[in-house]
Every structure is written in C-alpha cells, then in structure tokens.
C-alpha cells in the first residue's frame, strides 16, 4: 500500500515525501529532505504563512475572547469557540519550524543530524497539526447537528444541546480525534546513518517495527479507510446534508416572516428574523468548512481506490497530487481568519460584545439584553441559546 498523508499534513518533507515516492519493505528507509517540494513550500509556508500566522491569532483569539464572555456563553458558542482553537492550534504548532526552516531559509543547508529534532518536525509539521484539524472537522460536524436538533426538533433540544452536554461532546470530540492519530505518532522511527561513507550521520525515516510486524499491506489500508470515510467523506456528506436541511428551514421560515409582517405581527417577526440571522451565520461558517475540506476528501479517495487495486492514479500523477494537497492545505488555513469577517458581518451581539470589549463605545444596557439575546422561542418552546 502506498501511502500518502492528506489533511493538514505539512510535512511533505518527511512523511509526505516518504509515503509518496518510497516502496515500502521492511527495512526501508528515506533520508528526511527537507530541499524536497521547496519550490512549492517555500512560497507558501516560508512567506505566506507567518502572514496568516499573524491573522488567524488575532482573529481567532478575539473570536475567543468575545464568545467566553457570560452573555456570549451558549452550546453554539461554545462550539464556535472550541472550532476557533482547533484552527489555531493547527496553524501556531507547526509555524516555529516552518518559520526557521522556509523563512529563514535554513531548508537548504540543514540536514538534521539529532533525532531529537527528527522527532520534534514531524510532530509538529505534521502529527499534532492533523490532530487538530481532525477535531476542527468533527465540530463543525457537531455545529451543524447540533443548529438542526435547536431548529427542527426544538424538544430534542433540552436534552442533546445543553450547555453541559455541549462540553461534553467537545472534550469527546478532541479525545476522539487523538486516538484517531495515535497510530500515527508510533508508525515511523528515525535512524541515524551517514550521508557518505564517514560522513555525519543525518536522519532517516523508516517505518516502525510494528507496523511491518503487522503489516504495511494491513495496517494502511485500515488507517487510511478508517480516515477517508470518518475524517473526510462522512462529514463532507453529513455537512452538505445539514447544510441543506438547515437552508430548506431558513426558506419556509423566511415565508413565515414575511407572512407575520404583513399581519403586523412585529414582536414575531423580530423573533424569528433574529433567529434566522443566527442560523445563517452558522450554515455560512459550516459551509466554508465543507467546501474547503471537499477537495481533500476527492482526492483522499481516489488514492484509497489506487491502493485498493482500481487503477485511478498513475505513479505519475502523484507529483501533481502533491501539489494539489499543498495547495488544498494551503487553501484551508486561509479560511480560518475568514469567521472573524463572518462573525462580525452577520452577528449583531458579536460586533456590540466586541465593541464593549476594545472600543468602549456602548454602553453595558446593549450588553445585558438577556430577554433578546440568550434566549428565543422555537415552535413553542423558550431554549437557552444565543440569538447572535
């Protein structure tokens, strides 16, 4: 099975580089080069991202700030607020290796002679960043089921989309997503050899002891099936599905407002225009993230059916699917400083909370409008949940 990490997998020097061009044995060893896709790497991770490092903390670190303030404390927030975490974490873990290798230049002259430092660059270019991205995927999942029971099955509500039952599955969510990629923080070891006959000995990357003990021809296939139907397709398809139940409902209750407005219903109509509001924002946050995860998800599949014996790739598109994955990462983390503008666009209470915050320019009465904002009526029945 020829492997190929997709997902937020920066590190196209190691693994990357290694699970696409080496033809495992049992034996089999690829030195660590870090000069390998730097015409593509040093653009993007070397110069583009410090930028985006810089963006995305600001962004999703005042995201943070204003969603952990008490009036701003609701299941869907926490969520949101847990979603801006994940992204972070996944862009601030790899960025000090990045920055000392692609920025600063050190890519061209630096084989790593320490296993230690070995260890340390695939972990943070790779292993933890996946890690993080998988949960960011699983949330937006939950935000999505979870704005679907609020909307559609108001009872249901009381009990799935509780703040406690929320922490509950967030605390899941990340722990799932690190047995997820347990396996891949053991499946690989590094050896030290020399480059040349006497040389230094620099690092290689080789496949773990269990792994060939278990079987390369075993223990891939699992891993990256388990990860393209869990991982990619099967929340691709649920988010699309969500995302269609939830505009179908946003179009009946537009009909709805329309029809209170011209009764002259006013109360109602600010009631459901607020909740409609917030249910937009969401299926806009949740849509940024499926379309941005819909090319990984093709292209995690098409190399699942290349390895499973349908002859859909050639050994020679590979090189191109490098790029496309790097691009497709790329493409990723530009869309994490993108709810902030989202967030400040359509969310009446995020922009008065923001502006208490760091503007001081309204007044705290704005800030504590409990009855409008922590709470709205939904078929009948009075839920706790932000009406952003």
């Known amino acids: 099975m020829e492997a190929i990490d997709v997902g937020i997998n920066f590190s196209t020097g190691s693994n990357m580089s290694r699970n696409v061009s080496l033809e495992y044995s049992h034996n089999g060893c690829e030195l660590l080069n870090l000069m390998e896709g730097s015409d593509l790497k040093v653009p993007l991770y070397g110069y583009a991202m410090p930028v985006l490092l810089i963006t995305t903390t600001t962004a999703n670190t005042l995201i943070v700030a204003v969603l952990s303030q008490r009036n701003m404390k609701t299941p869907s927030n926490t969520i949101l607020m847990a979603i801006s975490l994940a992204d972070l974490f996944t862009l601030v873990v790899p960025s000090p290796v990045f920055f000392y290798m692609y920025t600063l230049g050190h890519y061209q002259k630096t084989l790593l002679t320490n296993s230690v430092a070995c260890y340390a660059w695939t972990y943070l270019s790779d292993v933890l960043p996946t890690l993080f991205h998988t949960a960011s995927i699983w949330l937006s999942l939950a935000l999505a089921a979870q704005r679907y029971i609020y909307i559609c099955h108001s009872p249901t509500a009381h009990v799935f989309c509780t703040q406690p039952r929320v922490v509950i599955i967030i605390i899941s969510i990340f722990f799932a997503a690190l047995i997820h990629q347990l396996p891949k923080f053991l499946d690989f070891s590094y050896e ?168 001081n320019r309204l007044g705290s009465k704005r800030l504590a409008r409990e009855d409008s904002s922590r709470y709205s009526t939904v078929n009948g029945h009075r839920t706790s949940e932000t009406v952003l």
């Not at 649920?238 to 946003?250: G, R």
């Not at 969401?282 to 093709?298: G, Y």
């Not at 499973?308 to 496309?324: F, M």
Request: proline fraction near 4%; aromatic fraction near 14%.
């Open 192 to 359: 030290l050899n020399p480059l040349v006959h006497g040389g230094t000995p620099v690092c290689y990357i080789c496949t773990a002891k269990w792994v060939n003990e278990v079987g390369v021809a075993v223990y891939y296939p699992i891993y990256f099936w388990l990860r393209v139907i869990f991982v990619h397709l099967l929340p691709c398809a649920l988010l699309l599905l969500f995302n269609w139940l939830l505009y179908q409902t946003v179009r009946q209750a537009q009909k709805s407002r329309n029809r209170l407005l011209q009764e002259n219903r006013k109360s109602e109509y600010k009631k459901a225009r607020e909740r409609n509001c917030t249910t937009m924002m969401l299926l806009v946050v949740v849509s940024i993230t499926t379309v941005t995860e819909i090319p990984l998800a093709i292209l995690t599949f098409l190399h699942i059916l290349t390895n499973s014996g349908v002859e859909v790739l050639s050994s020679e598109d590979y090189a191109s699917i490098y790029k496309y994955i790097a691009l497709s990462n790329f493409f990723i983390i530009c869309s994490y400083p993108l709810n902030f503008a989202v967030y400040c666009s359509m969310s009446r209470q995020f922009r008065e909370t923001f502006a208490v915050l760091f503007l």
